[in-house]
């Protein structure tokens, strides 16, 4: 029997959004399922905290993105000075894309990729307060898109047949890449629409985007009979795609959600410049959707200073050569705006709409 502490570090996210959906420490849940399951004593620990009296063998810690490298050097190096006969491993997304850099940190072993142990085992929610659970009901990608580490991380797509075995709340995370792309969806689909929990219906939603180029109007009203919740349509690539993206918007539409409860996902920051991404989000308004913008950072990035709020340069965090400063923050700024607008039914934006839109 051993003593595992796992760790996740004390990365900059609001103590309100510390169980939010994107940044629960899955990978770290199910080690602790595998390490209790084989008689080992396990504590999660958030942050860089003393764990008391517990003196751990293992000290294995979690990583997210590349520019959050920093707050994993700084747990690796409070764990090794309070715990040195310890061994220390970082696994996660940073340590799978940047090995080397994340070596550096004088951690013992970096893991690289997905714990196959781990995998199989469930995640343990007993050392979390969580009213959702997450779900993969596939590894890695059928696609290679150039802004995205998946396929170096997750390099084979292994899709499951079935997920009604592991439905243990109302309200199912899906942490999949590329849902769609499991050739079982319609089954799993089919599963969630007669799903029960403690007697209610399941719920579902994705933590990514789905990727509308295999949607079709049959897997729409699927996952609307599923009860999926607030669809999200990936639209990466230019203004040229508006037409595929509007056909799939009216597939959803069809299928019976509203439009003001999507989403279009895209990517700020990148190949496709301000311009040209003012022309997409006004689309969006024109469709009544809402949209889910995410600034890009290149995957060897190790720093992002962002700050909303002064005037910044590429020493601070990535700015494409596309784009410049002041367009990032203009476009983000808008995009927040516009979402208002649609949600609220609104005419145009102003703040007294929005404060009394809160109440
Ligand atoms: S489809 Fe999505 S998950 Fe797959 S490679 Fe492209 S961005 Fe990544």
Known sequence: ???????????????????????????????????KANGD?????????????????????????????KYVWDSVKFYKKNYPRAH?????????????????????????????KAEASAPDYSLVDVDYQIVHSSRGCVR??????????????????????????????????NLLANPYIKDILDELKNAKCNGRAV???????????????ELAKL???????????????GYSQRQMIKKQIEMLIEAGYRAKEMYV????????????????????KKWGVQTADCRYRPLNQTFDNYNPRVAQTSADYFIHQNWMDWQVKLFRRKVREQ?????????????????????
């Open 1 to 35: 029997m051993s003593k595992i502490l796992l760790v996740e570090p004390g990365f900059p996210i609001p103590a309100k959004s510390k169980n939010h959906r994107d940044f629960l420490p899955v990978g770290l849940l199910k080690l602790a399922s595998y390490h």
């Open 41 to 69: 004593k396990v504590r999660l620990v958030r942050g860089d905290k003393l764990v008391g009296e517990f003196c751990p063998d293992e000290i294995k810690i979690t990583s997210l993105f590349t520019y959050w490298s």
């Open 88 to 116: 220390i491993t970082v696994g996660g997304i940073y340590a799978s894309l940047m090995p080397d850099h994340c070596k550096q940190s004088e951690c013992d072993k970096v893991f690289v990729g997905v714990d196959p």
């Open 144 to 177: 290679k898109c150039k802004f995205c580490g998946t396929w170096k991380i997750e390099p084979e797509f292994i899709p499951k047949k079935s997920i009604k075995d592991e439905i243990c709340s109302n309200r199912v995370i899906f942490y999949d890449n």
């Open 203 to 217: 719920y579902s939603e994705s933590q990514c985007g789905i990727d509308g180029r295999l949607l079709t109007p």
């Open 223 to 237: 996952l609307k009979q599923a009860h999926f919740l607030n669809p999200r349509i990936a639209w990466d690539h």
């Open 265 to 284: 996902f895209m990517i700020s920051n990148f190949e496709h410049d301000f311009y040209e991404m003012l022309q997409k989000i006004k689309e969006c």
């Open 339 to 359: 979402n208002i607008v649609i949600r609220h039914g609104f005419e145009s934006y102003n703040r007294e709409l929005e404060r009394l839109g809160r109440k």
